[in-house]
């Protein structure tokens, strides 16, 4: 009895020493959101011809006190421009420069968002309650448990991994107990997938909390987005920055 004791404890041990290997390092990620452009009028031609969805990499830094969330290049903005014999139209993408940083000890986040070309500073809680559903699958050989919730009406569901042992994820996802490899929001219409996992070092210098834009509350935010969305005749949605303009 005494040996099979000496064996359990020894496992428990590698356990956690793989636990605390794994609590430091970044995660790179691939968003895709889904495009509803609707054109009317002489611009409906241009329909098919507009991109269904938006790629972008994202990247996750993280250790056990804290993470940064943010885009993984600097991009350039995106133009491209279609023409008939009644007119040109010309779109332009700019991915927004986001980032969420995360105190993991004391639960708050402190998220720039881009709207409009103005940028602001969220105040925030980790308060997302989530349902883990018993379901499990591997996304680059962790294994994952699937988790679900539900914001303003909207479902999303969250693959987590207990194997790295911090409570984050991509976006503003967090509050589980392990890190967030996969997100799905709205039946597909936003996907996060993580496509590589590093464990090393993270410098303070990189979790650093953003600085830019203008302090507001959620309730804030969300009141200016509705705010000028009505006024443009638009839908608040998610993903980057699109112009369309129409010549004749």
Request: hydrophobic share 35%; glycine share 6%.
């Amino acid at each position: 009895m005494k040996r099979i004791v000496f064996l359990l404890s020894g496992i428990a041990t590698v356990f956690n020493l793989h636990a605390q290997e794994n609590n430091t390092g970044t995660i790179v990620y691939e968003q895709v959101v889904k495009l509803e452009i609707k054109l009317e009028g002489d611009a409906a031609q241009f329909a098919d011809m507009l991109p269904k969805e938006r790629k972008s990499e994202k990247v996750l830094y993280f250790n056990s006190e804290a993470s940064l969330y943010e885009n993984k290049d600097v991009t350039e903005d995106e133009t491209m421009s279609m023409s008939s014999g009644e007119g040109n139209v010309m779109i332009k993408m700019k991915e927004p420069e986001n980032k969420v940083y995360t105190d993991l000890k004391e639960k708050k986040q402190l998220e720039q968002r881009e709207f409009m070309t103005r940028l602001f500073l969220i105040e925030d809680e980790v308060s997302q309650e989530w349902k883990i559903t018993g379901n499990q699958k591997m996304i680059l050989d962790f294994p994952c448990q699937e988790a679900v919730t539900e914001i303003d009406s909207v479902k999303t569901t969250a693959w987590f991994t207990p194997v790295i042992p911090v409570s984050t994820g991509p976006a503003s996802y967090g509050g589980l107990p392990g890190a967030i490899l996969s997100v799905e929001t709205d039946n597909g219409k936003r996907t996060i997938l993580a496509t590589s996992v590093e464990f090393s070092e993270i410098g303070e210098y990189v979790l650093v909390q953003p600085k830019k834009g203008k302090k507001v509350t959620r309730d804030e935010f969300d009141q200016i987005v509705e705010e000028k969305m009505e006024e443009m005749g638009a839908q608040k949605g998610e993903g980057g920055h699109m112009m369309i303009r129409i010549q004749r």
